[in-house]
């Protein structure tokens, strides 16, 4: 099972946030719908996705996407993704 904190920081404070859960064990090529479904979760609007968002996930346990990654507007300055390792 995959356990991801999904946060969003406004001021360096937390304004949302929630443990999103998934069946199986990670993939990194499935990392992208692991941020659809965290974003769809908490009703936010999903960021551009880079490979070295997926790699900095896999090898350092988060990724943070700031206001850049998205088309859309957002009323946040970051969106972290950490995974709590079981």
């Known amino acids: 099972m995959v356990k991801i904190w999904v946060k969003t920081l406004k001021d360096k404070k937390i304004v949302k946030n929630e443990i999103v859960f998934y069946d199986g064990r990670y ?5 992208d719908e692991y941020v659809r479904i965290a974003c769809h979760e908490l009703d936010l609007p999903t960021p551009v996705i880079l490979s070295t968002h997926a790699a ?3 090898q350092f346990n988060i990724s943070r996407f700031k206001p850049a990654d998205f088309v859309e507007y957002i009323d946040f300055d970051e969106l972290t993704l950490e995974n709590c390792k079981v």
């Open 56 to 58: 900095s996930f896999t």
């Open 27 to 31: 993939e990194e090529e499935k990392f």
